[in-house]
């Protein structure tokens, strides 16, 4: 075992930092900006929806080139360049017609970063016996330093909003050639093989309910901001809240192994889904900043306990030949299946709904998600070799 987890971690955590920062400004700003280019908020959740209508095809495909050839590392590169060249033709789109394409081939890219780079932290974290929650919360603080600045800095939602993340992407580029393999390639496995992993019980339990989930969390991902700038408030509001949505992540994400980590996974999540049902009911009532302050640290279990608990789920039932291929299956059904259906009803509810109805959907959905994934079956603490190592790569 490598005596030194931490100095180990750090081309995994500049990498999650570098690409988390990115998104810390495309998530809660770009409906923004597509919405300054007199885009209407069903346009603005189309294109939104496109990132999960494709995620439930192309980051399986990435994860299978990833487990078969052995160079996940490799590949993220190649994710890096292309969805760096992709984002440049996003900031220069300006109508709707123009951002459609280039908002698709952005996502064919960028849809698969994150499993595949999960990837490798669990495998990081088997040789070294290093945390996960430690090394991903890394992402969590480059989320916070850049929608924080971002959001204080900026006086108007202009092209910075998309300028910025394109030059943070750019920075991957060279960042991942840091990056190392550990895992050895699976050279007859089928590029099917992730998909067997659907035959168990618990996994199709665990990917509805965190689908169901995501499709909550869609107002918010989705239409915060437009919400915000329609209450008349400050987009500093936004930046805020993010900010300290992440910075309650980061706390989650650091104690999870020593509060949380001999839980069962599925009862960690059955608390962060009713956390966030309470979240979205609060964002149903308030109007003020003050309101939507008090209830941004709730986020470090919307996103943090749900996400390190999905990844602990996954990683008791998913034999270690097939991570890549589990966590892009996760992403699939769960940023795929579920953002596609929670972006077009974002979109749509919130002109008909406006947004403090919208946000009390919402809330009700995390209840049924709460409900849902405590079907699953709880297993010991240590990875699952058996139930699910059978079938799964012929």
């Known amino acids: 075992m490598n005596p030194r987890p931490v100095a180990s971690r750090l081309p995994l955590a500049g990498f999650y930092f570098l690409y988390f920062a990115t998104v810390g400004i495309v998530l809660p700003f770009l409906p923004a900006w597509f919405k300054s280019l007199s885009l209407s908020a069903t346009q603005v959740g189309l294109l939104l929806c496109l990132s999960p209508c494709i995620s439930l095809l192309v980051p399986s495909l990435w994860g299978h080139l990833a487990d078969r050839t052995g160079r996940t590392s490799r590949v993220l590169t190649v994710l890096a360049l292309g969805a760096t060249l992709a984002f440049g033709l996003v900031a220069s789109a300006r109508t709707f017609e123009t951002l459609v394409p280039a908002m698709a081939l952005y996502a064919c890219f960028a849809s698969a970063f994150t499993p595949l780079v999960d990837s490798l932290a669990l495998h990081h974290v088997a040789r070294t016996g290093d945390s996960f929650a430690h090394v991903r919360l890394f992402g969590s603080v480059g989320f916070i330093v850049s929608s924080v600045l971002f959001g204080l800095l900026a006086t108007d939602v202009d092209r910075t909003v998309v300028l910025v993340p394109l030059a943070l992407l750019a920075m991957l580029v060279p960042w991942s050639l840091a990056l190392r393999d550990t895992a050895a390639p699976s050279r007859g496995l089928s590029p099917f093989a992730g998909l067997k992993l659907l035959r168990h019980r618990d996994v199709r339990w665990l990917l509805a309910a965190t689908s169901l989930h995501w499709m909550a969390c869609a107002p918010f991902h989705g239409t915060f901001s437009i919400h915000v700038m329609a209450l008349g408030l400050s987009p500093a509001v936004v930046g805020v809240v993010a900010g300290l949505g992440v910075l309650a992540e980061v706390g989650v994400m650091a104690l999870y192994p020593r509060v949380a980590g001999g839980l069962a996974p599925r009862l960690v999540l059955a608390v962060a ?101 405590l079907r699953a079956s709880i297993l010991p603490a240590e990875p699952a070799s058996g139930p699910l190592s059978a079938g799964v790569s012929g």
């Open 273 to 373: 889904f009713a956390a966030s049902a309470l979240r979205w009911g609060g964002m149903a009532l308030v109007s003020s900043p003050t309101g939507m302050v008090l209830l941004a640290p709730l986020h470090g279990l919307t996103f943090g306990a749900f996400y390190v608990g999905s990844v602990a789920f996954l990683s008791r039932r998913v034999p270690p030949e097939l991570r890549a291929s589990g966590q892009a299956l996760f992403a699939a059904f769960t940023f795929g299946l579920g953002g596609l259906v929670g972006y077009l009803s974002a979109g749509a509810g919130y002109d008909w709904l406006g947004g403090h109805r919208l946000f009390a959907v919402a809330g009700v959905l995390e209840l049924v998600a709460a409900g849902l994934v």
